[in-house]
């Protein structure tokens, strides 16, 4: 059975580091473009982050850029996200989302408090 599943939420004050982590099973991690999404209470959900599967190539919305890192280990079949400077307005659940062409598999999500 494919699974995603978070880890690593918690809470920070405002500037504080915090990272999350995904685990997979049941399907060929390396094969899946792996994303990092969010969603803040009243707000539609929100791509933070991407890698290939290789790794080689990762992009980020303009709002985490130079604070998140999204990486992955393909022997461990685990990503991160590594975010740093957090600010209040990145508190929201993140969600891990591993997509192969139609194929498409969500974790249930973690939930990220920033406080001020």
């Known amino acids: 059975q494919e699974q995603l599943v978070e880890s690593g939420g918690g809470l920070v004050q405002s500037g504080g580091s915090l990272s999350v982590s995904c685990a997979a099973s049941?399907?060929?991690?390396?094969?899946?473009?792996l994303s990092w999404y969010r969603q803040a209470p009243g707000k539609e959900r929100e791509l933070v982050a991407s890698i290939t599967g290789r790794g080689d190539v990762t992009s980020y919305a303009d709002s985490v850029k130079g604070r998140f890192t999204i990486s992955r280990d393909n022997a461990k079949n685990t990503a991160y996200l590594q975010m740093n400077n957090l600010k209040p307005e990145d508190t929201a659940v993140y969600y891990c989302?591993?997509?192969?062409?139609?194929?498409?598999?969500w974790g249930q999500g973690t939930q990220v408090t920033v406080s001020s």
């Open positions: 049941g399907f060929t991690f390396s094969s899946y473009v």
């Open positions: 989302n591993a997509r192969f062409g139609i194929r498409n598999h």
